[in-house]
């Protein structure tokens, strides 16, 4: 089992960019959260998918946007990149059977220049 | 809404000596608790959680920490560190609720790093 898969693993972009990050849950997973570690800060809470719809949602503005496909892989939107966009972005799959069996990928790191 | 607080960004501990990370919490309902650690370019690996119960939970590892409602606070402890529990280990929080997959809150973080 591969556990939490996430693509790329570095990315570089300008102010003004758009960019993607990919995550696939782990075998048996079906839902997918998105979380925002800025450097030295704790993660925080982007959003969650469930069935392919967004159903929880921290504070992050509508730049922010995110889809869940038929497989339960999951996409991360940014638009409009800000310096302040830099941080690592991190994927955590569980099931909504159990609450407690939540499992992070190791991350994307994107800077934003 | 919930909050955490990490009380020590940073923690030096000489290789085979006790360790105690603070975590203190802020919550207005009732709620599960969690220790993650995060290794260098690594995702964050559940350490341990209180979800009910018995106030007192263990890792594997020989971590522990204790549940308490009245100081709202959960603590991390281990009696001997070694070099490999160098890493950042982060308190989190969450609400219960019937979906089952209540948005985590976590604190800032306590790096630990082990001296030999």
């Known amino acids: 089992d591969a556990g939490v898969t996430q693509s790329p693993t570095h990315l570089i972009k300008t102010r003004g960019q758009q960019v993607t990050l990919r995550c696939s849950p782990k075998?048996?997973?079906?839902?997918v959260s998105w979380y925002q570690q800025a450097l030295g800060q704790g993660p925080q809470f982007i959003f969650q998918y469930y069935e392919e719809e967004e159903r929880q949602r921290g504070n992050f503005p509508d730049r922010f946007s995110g889809h869940q496909f038929p497989n339960y892989s999951s996409e991360l939107n940014v638009n409009a990149l800000l310096l302040g966009d830099s941080a690592l972005y991190l994927c955590?799959?569980?099931?909504?059977?159990?609450?407690?069996?939540?499992?992070f990928g190791s991350g994307t790191q994107l800077s934003v220049l | 809404a919930q909050s955490v607080t990490q009380l020590d960004s940073q923690v030096p501990v000489f290789e085979e000596a006790p360790v105690e990370l603070r975590c203190n919490y802020s919550?207005?309902?009732?709620?599960?608790l969690f220790w993650y650690v995060q290794y260098p370019n690594q995702g964050l690996q559940l350490l341990l959680k209180y979800l009910s119960g018995s106030t007192l939970v263990e890792s594997i590892n020989g971590f522990e920490a204790e549940f308490n409602k009245s100081q709202t606070s959960f603590h991390l402890r281990k009696p001997s560190v070694h070099i490999s529990d160098t890493a950042e280990y982060f308190c989190?929080?969450?609400?219960?609720?019937?979906?089952?997959?209540?948005?985590?809150?976590f604190g800032t973080g306590t790096r630990l790093t082990i001296i030999p």
């Open positions: 989190a929080v969450s609400g219960l609720s019937n979906f089952g997959n209540e948005k985590l809150t």
């Open positions: 919550s207005s309902v009732s709620v599960y």
């Open positions: 955590a799959s569980s099931s909504v059977k159990g609450y407690e069996k939540l499992f």
């Open positions: 075998s048996g997973h079906d839902t």
